[in-house]
């Protein structure tokens, strides 16, 4: 999987960044690129912090209920 080269011979910025120094050869690009990376590394964070988040409270929620049913006989799950 190759890029498009530029008619100057110079690799693209996709070589650029395949071969691991696109930050010293095209500092713009690869910063953008950069940014965009860890935009979404933390999105996906966020997303499994909430996922985890949301899993703890269900079980303590359910936890609550099994104790509110055990004390009081008129309750139904």
């Known amino acids: 999987m190759g890029s498009a080269k530029p008619i100057t011979g110079q690799p693209g910025l996709g070589d650029r960044l395949?071969?691991?120094s696109a930050t010293e050869r095209a500092p713009?690009?690869?910063l953008v690129i950069e940014a965009f990376q860890i935009s979404e590394v933390l999105r996906i964070k966020r997303q499994?912090?909430?996922r985890h988040e949301y899993q703890e409270l269900?079980?303590?929620?359910a936890r609550i209920a099994s104790l509110l049913v055990q004390k009081d006989p008129n309750l139904h799950r």
């Not at 269900?58 to 929620?61: A, Q, S, V």
Request: proline share 0%; glycine share 16%.
């Open 48 to 50: 499994k912090d909430l």
């Open 18 to 20: 395949r071969m691991g």
């Open 28 to 30: 713009r690009g690869s």
């Open 58 to 61: 269900r079980i303590k929620f």
